[in-house]
C-alpha cells in the first residue's frame, strides 16, 4: 500500500519513516512538510494511505482534506491531542499522538487493511484486479465552517445547487461543498445518480414514490427527505431508466 507522510518536522517524518519498515506492506513513496506540497505529492503519487499532521505552516491536515478529490486513508499524527474529536468526526482511520508507539501504530495499520480488504471484496467484480478500479466517486470530504465531514456519497438522498457551490442532504445534516453541481455530476455514479433538474441529482436508492405531475413532469418524493420535481426534458430519461 503506497503511503505519503505528511509533517512539517523533518525528524518526526524520519522516526516514522523507520517505524514503517516493521510493516513491509506500507510503501512510503513521498513525503510532504506543508498543504501546498502535501497537495502535489497526493496529486503526483496517488496515495492510498496519508499519515498526516494537523499543524503545519500555511494551513492545517483538515484543511489539505479539504482541497483533495479523492480521499485516501488518513491515519492523522500530531502532538495535540485535542483534534482527536475532530480527527474522528472525518472519519480518520486514526488518531496517533506524537511520539508515536509502535503498538498504536500496529494497531492503526490493522485498521487500514481491515477497511482495504472489506472495500476490495465489496467493489470489485469477479476476475477483476483492484488496479483497474478507477470508478466513480465513493465518498467526499466537506468542510461548512467549523465542522468536518467524509461523506459516503451512498448516503446522499439530493444534491442542490446553491450558486457556484453544492448542498448535500445527508442524513439530518445538509453541508456546503465548494464545487459546482456539474463539477460534481462528473464524477458522480451515474447507476445511482440522476440530474433532476438544472438544480438537483437525487439518489435513486432514496426515492419513496413517484407522481405524475403538470406538463409531463414528474415529482418524487425522497425517504426522509424533500419532494422534488424531474423536469419535463429530464421526465422521459427517468421514466425509461425506472420503467415507470
Not at 159 to 164: E, I, K
Request: charged share 25%; aromatic share 8%.
Amino acid at each position: 500500500m503506497k503511503a505519503l507522510i505528511v509533517d512539517d518536522e523533518p525528524l518526526a517524518r524520519r522516526e516514522l519513516r523507520r517505524l514503517l519498515t516493521a510493516f513491509p506492506w506500507v510503501q512510503v513513496v513521498g513525503e510532504a512538510a506543508d498543504v501546498d506540497e502535501a497537495l502535489e505529492q497526493v496529486d503526483k503519487l496517488a496515495p492510498a494511505l496519508v499519515f498526516l499532521d494537523v499543524q503545519m505552516p500555511g494551513g492545517t491536515g483538515f484543511d489539505l482534506l479539504a482541497q483533495l478529490e479523492r480521499l485516501p486513508r488518513v491515519i492523522f499524527t500530531t502532538a495535540y491531542d485535542h483534534y482527536a474529536v475532530k480527527a474522528f468526526e472525518v472519519s480518520a482511520v486514526d488518531y496517533l499522538l506524537k511520539p508515536i508507539e509502535p503498538e498504536r501504530l500496529a494497531a492503526a495499520l490493522s485498521k487500514v487493511q481491515a477497511a482495504a480488504l472489506a472495500a476490495m471484496s465489496s467493489t470489485l467484480p469477479p476476475n477483476e484486479p483492484a488496479s483497474k478500479q478507477e470508478g466513480p466517486l465513493e465518498q467526499i470530504f466537506v468542510r461548512d465552517g467549523l465542522r468536518c465531514w467524509f461523506v459516503p456519497l451512498r448516503e446522499v438522498s439530493v444534491f442542490t445547487a446553491d450558486g457556484n457551490y453544492v448542498r448535500l442532504q445527508w442524513g439530518k445534516e445538509s453541508p456546503m461543498l465548494g464545487r459546482s453541481l456539474v463539477a460534481l455530476e462528473e464524477k458522480l455514479d451515474a447507476r445511482r445518480f440522476f440530474r433532476a433538474n438544472r438544480r438537483q441529482i437525487v439518489n435513486l436508492d432514496y426515492i419513496e414514490s413517484v407522481e405524475m405531475g403538470l406538463g409531463g413532469r414528474l415529482h418524487v418524493q425522497l425517504r426522509d427527505g424533500p419532494e422534488i420535481e424531474i423536469s419535463r426534458r429530464q421526465a422521459r430519461q427517468f421514466r425509461a431508466r425506472m420503467s415507470v
